[in-house]
């Protein structure tokens, strides 16, 4: 029997998570690791979902220049669960996005909800839900990108893995790239298994110099699949400017 999507995860699961640990390994490499956020009955669901649901819209990596294999995304509002995995991520978030601001001596501060800060992306034009999953199949791959369009850019966003390296692909490893001025690229794999979540850097995340805080930029994306079938989930907290015309619907930063 198949198994039920993932249930809507109460504010207080989000609370025993290790916030304090979460936001000392963001500051310091850009990323944190969640271990086991799904089970795997419940991540197979998800994956199974996102096969099958006619609430998704498809559209090839190759059109939007970002790799090999397919995008899905959620053309209007998004399902309650997924929402309210937003509203909950964000509200232990949004701190750590003030700090960052406040490190690089920006103005602006994020809103302590989700819904508020929707409003502010509304109001300036952005209405395009930034939640879709990837299916990468042999030899497909997510080229390096960042979700940054937009005035109002949110600077972490969510990962999560949906299928069981080793089983049911081999490859397809989340790559992040950090270049710091004058400096080579530094390239980090995070490694995940079924179920795993990873917070990282959505474009700028501060990097302490000797004279102090300077943003560092970081793009971020999925190695090539060599076999099998790898499905993924990739959900910003800000969203994206609702294109028009001839342009493509879902826009993503390179």
């Not at 080793?166 to 397809?172: L, T």
């Amino acid at each position: 029997m198949n198994a039920p999507l993932p249930r809507t995860f109460p504010a207080e699961s989000f609370d025993t998570l290790n916030w304090s640990a979460i936001g000392t390994q963001l500051d310091r490499e850009g990323y944190a690791a969640l271990r086991g956020l799904f089970d795997a009955d419940e991540a197979r669901a998800l994956a199974r979902e996102a096969v099958t649901s006619n609430a998704l819209r498809r559209v090839a990596l190759e059109s939007l220049d970002l790799g090999r294999g397919d995008l899905l995304y959620f053309d209007t509002a998004l399902p309650r669960v997924w929402a309210q995995w937003c509203t909950d991520f964000y509200r232990q978030l949004a701190p750590v996005a003030n700090r960052w601001n406040a490190m690089l001596c920006m103005p602006y501060r994020f809103p302590a909800e989700w819904k508020a800060f929707l409003e502010c992306n509304d109001r300036a034009g952005q209405t395009q839900a930034q939640l879709y999953l990837n299916r990468l199949g042999a030899d497909d791959y997510l080229a390096l990108h960042q979700r940054s369009k937009g005035e109002h850019v949110f600077p972490l966003q969510v990962v999560v893995l949906l299928s069981a390296p080793g089983r049911a692909f081999i490859g397809g490893e989340l790559v992040l790239t950090e270049q710091r001025p004058r400096m080579q690229s530094r390239p980090m794999v995070v490694p995940l298994s079924l179920g795993d979540a990873a917070i990282i850097a959505t474009a700028q995340r501060p990097f302490k110099g000797s004279s102090g805080y300077y943003p560092v930029n970081l793009r971020h994306a999925v190695s090539r699949v060599r076999s099998g079938e790898r499905i993924g989930v990739e959900l910003s907290f800000h969203d994206a400017p609702r294109a028009s015309g001839d342009e493509h619907p879902f826009i993503l930063g390179t």
